[in-house]
């Protein structure tokens, strides 16, 4: 064999072997459960599924094994079917010191054929107070749909299905903290809300039709860049395509579509609220 194709050869059988041992979506090796081990928190088969289940005795949450300064984090979820009410599903990325960074996204859960809401925040510094709401376009607990944060030195974009409905860009310039020395890891909970979640607190868990099971599938955690003893590392190959990423003119249309026809609550525009100097940018 010629030494070349020795050597294109041999790095094929390496990528094989690291196609089968780096990439792989799996939750036994990405996560750990922090609540709900005695079973309401399962991952099944084989690491391609999670389960988190609330009952009156528990709710469960799991977190990444990992901590990660700057990435592009996906992850299906199915939410909990039919009466949800007063039940929170969390997904969201946070850091651990005492004035923390945040993204933060919850689904509040709702009675049957009411639609759930998707609340996110971001918090700089332990300050958030920068919600907005939105209605989604679909039923999420019909099925597994995709939810996405693209956090880069510039801009955290949050996307459903692939379509923007959020971003916060790095306005440092003028005066505005942004998220870029925190190592944060993701987190994500299912819980008893019912003093606050659904329609205020109005309406209450129905415990008569626990347990409540929200299901993810497909967490990928590959283009990121991981945290370790004190420095960050990109892996290279997946680093050019999100650490640049802004929203092109067709994602800003796509976002401008979502906060005109789905948006039902933004911090800019409460009357109560500071009006913050970013929200006089976008
Ligand atoms: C639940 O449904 C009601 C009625 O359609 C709606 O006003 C509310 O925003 C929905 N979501 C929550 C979390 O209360």
């Known amino acids: 064999m010629a030494p070349a194709l020795v050597c294109v050869s041999s790095s094929m ?23 709900g081990a005695d079973g309401h928190a399962k991952i099944l088969e084989d690491g391609k599924l999670l389960t988190l289940t609330l009952d009156k ?3 469960a949450a799991f977190r990444t094994r990992n901590q990660f300064l700057f990435g592009s984090f996906d992850v299906k979820i199915k939410l909990v079917p039919g009466d949800s009410a007063g039940t929170v599903t969390t997904y969201y990325l946070r850091s651990e010191a005492a004035a923390w960074d945040e993204i933060d996204l919850e689904f509040l859960g709702n009675s049957s054929g009411e639609p759930y809401v ?27 749909h995709s939810y996405s944060v693209i956090w880069n030195p510039r801009v955290i974009i949050i996307m459903v299905d692939g379509t923007p409905i959020r971003q916060f860009k790095n306005l440092e310039s003028r005066g505005v903290p942004y998220l870029k020395s925190q190592p944060m890891r993701i987190q994500s909970s299912l819980w008893n809300a019912d003093e606050w979640a659904t ?84």
């Open 199 to 282: 329609r205020g607190g109005l309406v209450k868990t129905d415990w008569s039709k626990a347990p409540f099971t929200a299901s993810f599938r497909n967490l990928n955690v590959e283009n990121t860049c991981v945290w370790s003893s004190g420095s960050s590392s990109c892996g290279t190959g997946h680093r050019s395509s999100w650490f640049d990423q802004e929203l092109d003119s067709g994602g800003q249309s796509r976002l401008a579509w979502v906060r005109k026809n789905y948006m039902i609550y933004d911090y800019c525009t409460d009357p109560k609220s500071r009006s913050p100097a970013e929200c006089s940018v976008n």
């Open 13 to 35: 059988f390496l990528l094989m072997i690291c196609l089968a041992i780096c990439s792989r979506a799996d939750f036994n090796w990405d996560v750990e459960i922090t609540w």
């Open 118 to 144: 998707l609340h996110t925040n971001i918090y700089t510094g332990g300050v958030g107070n920068r919600e907005q709401q939105f209605y989604l376009w679909f039923d999420p607990r019909a099925d597994f």
């Open 57 to 59: 005795s528990s709710g």
